[in-house]
Nanobody
Framework: VQLAESGGGLVQAGGSLRLTCSASLSSATMGWYRQAPGKQREMVALMSGGGTIVYADSVKGRFTISRDKAMKTVYLQMSRLEVEDTAVYYC?????????WGQGTQVTVSS
C-alpha cells in the first residue's frame, strides 16, 4: 500500500489548510496523525467503517476529516490553526490487521 500526503505548508495562526492523502488501495479505516518535535505521534482524526469519526480533543470544532466515495483519498480540513498545531502530519490506512503510513507533510503555523 502506498500513501501520499500533500497540502502542508506555512500558515499564520488563525488560517486554514487542507491536507490530502491518496492511497493505492481503498480502505474504510483511514486517519490522520501528527508528530511535533520532541513529542510522540498522536491521533488527530480517524474515520472508520460506517463513517464513524473520532477527533482528538485539541482539534474538535476546528478540523474536519472526510474521504471520497472510492475510499482511496482522505482529507483533513484544518481551520483556525494554532501554533500548537505545528507538526508533521501523517496519513494512516488500515488493511486487515496491518497499518500503513505515508511519508508525512509538514504543517507550520506561525504566530
Amino acid at each position: 500500500v502506498q500513501l501520499a500526503e500533500s497540502g502542508g505548508g506555512l500558515v499564520q495562526a488563525g488560517g486554514s489548510l487542507r491536507l490530502t492523502c491518496s492511497a493505492s488501495l481503498s480502505s474504510a479505516t483511514m486517519g490522520w496523525y501528527r508528530q511535533a518535535p520532541g513529542k510522540q505521534r498522536e491521533m488527530v482524526a480517524l474515520m472508520s467503517g460506517g463513517g464513524t469519526i473520532v477527533y482528538a480533543d485539541s482539534v474538535k470544532g476546528r478540523f474536519t476529516i472526510s474521504r471520497d466515495k472510492a475510499m482511496k483519498t482522505v482529507y483533513l480540513q484544518m481551520s483556525r490553526l494554532e501554533v500548537e498545531d505545528t507538526a508533521v502530519y501523517y496519513c494512516k490506512q488500515r488493511q486487515g490487521t496491518a497499518d500503513y503510513w505515508g511519508q508525512g507533510t509538514q504543517v507550520t503555523v506561525s504566530s
